[in-house]
């Protein structure tokens, strides 16, 4: 027993770019929320090593300056020293790839049967979504087509290049499972906020399988050059 | 907004094809469909289950075109 919703905004939610942004959008799947905590993680030993690296660098910058210092060895050998720095280089890498390994296989385990199923066909261009889980024959039930509203149709406040006349609903906090497949040429159909970017190849059925968390809005642009109104302008 | 209550049903996760790369499920489905009608009959529903299962995995103009296959006799299945 699911209850369906949606939300129809007419400002530009927070699930779409902004303008010079620099972090990821917010979170709207469990996936995305996975990334972005790896993303985190790893910053933080990314600026570990740069500040470290910087740090040394600029003193050996500074200190062997051939006019004050014409000579530039010093030290030869240093047993302790060298073991160290061959140890525990090897060491942050592992607590990398620690949580990234476990982010990328936790995505591909199934743990539950979806409860609907979406084909996202992709189009040159626009795209075309099916809805066929209650179909009793082969007539599809539930089929329409997704165009970009272009720039001399928008309406105030709606984003540019982002919004479509007709939107895929889908419900919330449900397991979907999304056939992505292209009519054409390849595609790649992406969704920033919900952690989701997937090729469309041609005589190909890519499936990835989400859970939105919270209703809202959520925008994604082709990702996969396709020809000329790839970036429709 | 009223609460409606749906229960919503699709095909299953099918351990064979655990992979990114469905095209080999929604053609198995498929195949099996025909294969049961073949075997059991048209009448009997015992067949409908694989055919809601291709129906939900396959895109529409897949299975238009090998409907036309099969009755051209050029499916390239083995049915």
Not at chain 1, 99 to 128: C, N
Not at chain 1, 190 to 206: E, F, H, I, Q, Y
Not at chain 1, 219 to 233: P, R
Request: glycine share 4%; aromatic share 12%.
């Amino acid at each position: 027993m699911i209850v369906l919703e949606w939300l129809f905004l007419t400002i530009a939610p927070c699930d779409a770019a902004e303008p010079w942004q620099l972090g990821s959008q917010d979170a709207a799947t469990p996936m995305m929320q996975g990334i972005t905590d790896l993303h985190h993680d790893i910053f933080f030993f990314l600026i570990l090593i740069l500040v470290f690296v910087s740090r040394i660098l600029v003193r050996a910058l500074w200190h062997f300056h051939y006019q004050k210092n014409p000579i530039p060895q010093r030290i030869v050998h240093g047993t302790t020293i060298e073991i160290l720095r061959t140890i525990f280089p090897s060491i942050i890498p592992m607590f990398i790839a620690i949580p990234s390994f476990a982010l990328l296989y936790s995505m591909d385990e199934v743990v539950v049967d979806p409860a609907i199923t979406i084909k996202a066909i992709g189009h040159q261009w626009y795209r075309t979504y099916e809805y066929s889980d209650y179909n009793s024959s082969d007539e599809q039930s539930l089929t329409f087509d997704s165009y970009t509203i272009p720039e001399d149709d928008l309406e105030f406040g709606q984003s540019r290049l982002l919004e479509v006349d007709n939107r895929v609903v889908v419900p919330a906090k449900t397991h979907l499972r999304i056939i992505v497949t292209p009519a054409d040429v390849p595609h790649s159909w992406a969704v920033p906020s919900s952690g989701v970017k997937c090729d469309a190849v041609p005589g190909r059925l890519n499936q990835i399988s989400i859970s939105v968390q919270r209703e809202g809005v959520y925008y994604g642009q082709c990702s996969e050059i396709c020809g000329t109104n790839h970036a429709f302008t | 907004m009223a609460e409606i209550e749906v229960e919503l049903k699709t095909a299953p996760a099918d351990f064979r094809f655990p992979t990114t790369n469905q095209t080999r499920h929604c053609f198995t489905r498929y195949v099996e469909f025909h294969k049961c009608l073949a075997a059991k009959g048209e009448e009997s529903g015992a067949c409908e289950k694989f055919a809601k299962y291709y129906r939900s995995l396959c895109p529409g103009d897949w299975v238009e075109r090998w409907n036309e296959q099969r009755e051209t006799g050029t499916f390239p299945g083995p049915l």
